[in-house]
């Protein structure tokens, strides 16, 4: 049997789901660690609502943390959380008279006498690391090998839930017995708070490695899997033909436009017309006939709506889209999958990001960041989407670099936005610094922005204008 053909446990979560490659594997024993508040029992809560039937329920044990009491009426918050079942397919138990009374051989009694009268699919075990306090070192040893013949010999998926750290994983006894292994954590940096899903084993199988953004909410856990494309060597097909870019000065320093399904950038200083350029892109698309989407963490609706109108441009217009998204507390990953879904749904063929200077912000580290573009423009291609990115650059005049961490290469078009001095006059410049599978004319051109949009003037010999 293949990897990916072994039985499966959903967690009612088609993200968490791709992160373990289908779900986790059936009757095994999990473990789900991380510190307090992590949201180690709202996960496992989620498995034992979404699977359990009244014929094969589920069983929740609390141990020595938190009374079942407790758990039940913070459960009861949760939207997954349904009190018709309670009772008739989840049971919620309490272990701590056991183990008070009879040490750990109780716990063991208890579970066996349990499993035998109500035949579960799956059991919880919450807090598991609480029971080591309650015996020595080898005995505690003896109690998993016990715990573990119980559990295994029937049917059935189990979760112990506890207070783990990654290092525990060299030390303790019951991290060997698990045949998975799911880490919750947080992260400080700054003011910001980042919380992270983590698979460091899964049995048998393979998973998405690496550390998946999530979020704690009513609804539970949503998890984002981690963007990283390592690259398609499969044959796909990709869009064919050119495209116009929507902007007359671009098009005519081009073949009439870019490659269509082509990434771009348009970098350049502050109010210089990178986002102007963008929305001469995305419009010249809608009324092509091919939906596009805008997708932007500066401007809000309302503001957006303002802008356009002084182009004579409209957010209601068919086949325009716009997702705004604030950069404050905002995870790539979560952002991306968002605007994939979008692109989706509503069959999007030009997507403008405006910009990425904000995904830079929000990214965790460079290295993360340059895996995110990589990945995002990856997917783009491969779903015949043109992408237009804009990204603020610090210099003025004559500029040098496009960035300090090179992102250019990873777009098939780049154009360069500047400042000039001509005579006393400021005026704007652009150069098609690059256009992939395209003849293009790389000498700097003037350009005006009118109430008509971006006027492409002469080509400037820089020779004769100042760079401040």
Not at 234 to 258: K, N, V
């Amino acid at each position: 049997m293949a990897l990916t053909d072994m039985p499966r446990v959903s967690s009612g979560s088609q993200r968490l789901d791709d992160i373990l490659r289908g779900g986790l594997p059936d009757n095994a024993i999990n473990l789900v660690i991380g510190p307090p508040g992590a949201g180690k029992t709202i996960l496992s809560d989620q498995y034992l609502f979404h699977n359990a039937t009244e014929d094969r329920p589920a069983i929740n044990y609390s141990t020595l943390s938190e009374p079942h009491e407790k758990l039940l009426r913070y459960g009861q918050s949760l939207s997954f959380f349904d009190n018709a079942a309670v009772g008739r397919r989840v049971f919620y138990e309490a272990l701590g008279p056991e183990v008070r009374a009879g040490g750990l051989d109780a716990v063991v009694e208890r579970v066996s006498a349990d499993i035998k009268a109500r035949r579960p699919s799956m059991i919880a075990i919450d807090s598991f690391r609480a029971l080591a306090t309650y015996a020595e070192p080898e005995a505690f040893r003896s109690f998993l090998a016990d715990l573990a013949d119980v559990v295994t010999a029937f049917p059935m998926s189990v979760f112990w839930v506890g207070e783990y750290a990654p290092d525990d994983i060299a030390e303790k006894p019951e991290f060997a017995v698990a045949d998975s292994i799911v880490s919750l954590s947080r992260e400080d940096s700054g003011v910001r708070e980042f919380r992270y899903l983590q698979v460091l084993k899964l049995r048998g199988s393979g998973f998405l490695s690496g550390k998946h953004a999530c979020r704690l909410s009513a609804d539970g856990i949503d998890v984002y899997p981690r963007i990283a494309d390592r690259g398609d060597a499969t044959a796909y097909r990709t869009a064919s033909g050119r495209t116009s870019s929507g902007i007359a000065a671009i098009d005519a320093l081009t073949d009439e436009g870019f490659l269509a399904g082509s990434s771009t950038l348009i970098a350049g200083p502050s109010g210089v017309g990178k986002t102007l350029m963008g929305m001469h892109y995305v419009f010249a698309g809608a009324r092509a006939g091919e939906p596009s989407l805008i997708a932007s963490f500066q401007e809000n609706p309302s503001q957006m709506a303002g802008i356009l109108s002084a182009f004579g441009w409209n957010l209601g217009e068919q086949d325009v889209h716009l997702f705004y998204e604030s950069a404050v507390d905002l995870y790539v990953d979560e952002w991306m999958s968002k605007v994939l879904d979008i692109v989706e749904e509503r069959g999007i063929r030009r997507l403008l990001v405006d910009s990425l200077g904000d995904l830079e912000f929000v990214a965790a580290d460079q290295t993360r960041f340059r895996e995110f573009v990589y990945s995002f423009i990856q997917r783009a291609t491969r779903a015949g989407v043109s992408v237009m990115f804009t990204m603020e650059l610090p210099d003025l005049f004559r500029v040098m670099r496009l960035s300090e961490h090179s992102f250019s290469h990873l777009t098939d078009n780049v154009v360069l936005l500047q400042y000039v001095h001509e005579d006393a006059t400021l005026r704007r410049a652009l150069t098609v610094i690059k256009s992939r599978g395209t003849r293009h004319d790389q000498r700097v051109h003037g350009f005006d922005i009118t109430s008509e949009g971006i006027v492409l003037g002469e080509p400037l010999d820089l020779a004769t204008v100042t760079s401040v």
